[in-house]
């Protein structure tokens, strides 16, 4: 136990200390959550591992938790549009140059957390949430660390490097809201595409 605080010390995600990382995905996530600090020493990882004075971009090929972790960690935002969320459902990210597509991905390896029961039954979601033990899962996440994870040198595809350019924004016939011109009739919501009843 006094190697684990000792530990506890040193490990560093981004700027925070394990301990100080685990209060900003509380106050930023509304708790704790496992899944938002294992990613934080993903991207931690994958930072280390990125060239410096590039501009890159992220990925999340999850909606869950690992979006948070990119957003906390670097200026990859899905405000600025320099991180895409794609639900392959899959926990794992990448971050890459946004000019040539190179980068780095880190997917949680399933054999490798073999050795953590407690990261093994959150993951694969063996026990129900409210019978897990939290403090014992964290302190399975901050030994196993970026040990947990397979990396990957990766090359985005080009079609997804291409900037899509948005056209001047035109009043839609229907509903009377101003929507990017993409030479349609009307608003993708107008269109169908709308989330409302």
């Given at each position: 136990m006094t190697e684990l605080r000792s530990k506890q010390k040193r490990i560093r995600?981004?700027?925070?200390?394990?301990?100080?990382?685990?209060?900003?995905?509380?106050?930023?996530?509304?708790f704790p959550a496992?899944?938002?600090i294992l990613g934080g020493i993903m991207v931690n990882a994958a930072l280390k591992k990125m060239p410096s004075g590039i501009l890159f971009n992220a990925l999340s090929e999850t909606t869950k938790c690992?979006?948070?972790s990119?957003?906390?960690?670097?200026?990859?935002?899905?405000?600025n549009g320099w991180l895409q969320v794609r639900n392959l459902g899959r926990f794992a990210l990448?971050?890459?140059?946004?000019?040539?597509?190179?980068g780095i991905r880190l997917s949680l390896e399933p054999s490798r957390i073999e050795d953590f029961p407690e990261i093994k039954n959150w993951y694969y979601k063996l026990i129900p949430k409210e019978e897990a033990d939290t403090k014992r899962l964290l302190a399975s996440i901050h030994e196993g660390g970026s040990s947990l994870c397979r990396i990957q040198e990766i090359?985005?595809?080009?079609?997804?490097?291409l900037k899509v350019k948005r056209g001047k924004r035109i009043i839609c016939p229907q509903c009377q809201e101003a929507y990017p011109d993409a030479g349609q009739a009307a608003c993708p919501a107008c269109q169908g595409e709308s989330p409302y009843i």
């Amino acid at each position: 136990m006094t190697e684990l605080r000792s530990k506890q010390k040193r490990i560093r995600i981004g700027p925070f200390s394990f301990k100080e990382f685990t209060k900003v995905v509380a106050r930023f996530h509304g708790f704790p959550a496992p899944g938002v600090i294992l990613g934080g020493i993903m991207v931690n990882a994958a930072l280390k591992k990125m060239p410096s004075g590039i501009l890159f971009n992220a990925l999340s090929e999850t909606t869950k938790c690992l979006p948070d972790s990119i957003q906390l960690l670097t200026p990859c935002t899905v405000g600025n549009g320099w991180l895409q969320v794609r639900n392959l459902g899959r926990f794992a990210l990448a971050l890459y140059d946004k000019e040539t597509g190179q980068g780095i991905r880190l997917s949680l390896e399933p054999s490798r957390i073999e050795d953590f029961p407690e990261i093994k039954n959150w993951y694969y979601k063996l026990i129900p949430k409210e019978e897990a033990d939290t403090k014992r899962l964290l302190a399975s996440i901050h030994e196993g660390g970026s040990s947990l994870c397979r990396i990957q040198e990766i090359r985005i595809l080009p079609e997804i490097l291409l900037k899509v350019k948005r056209g001047k924004r035109i009043i839609c016939p229907q509903c009377q809201e101003a929507y990017p011109d993409a030479g349609q009739a009307a608003c993708p919501a107008c269109q169908g595409e709308s989330p409302y009843i």
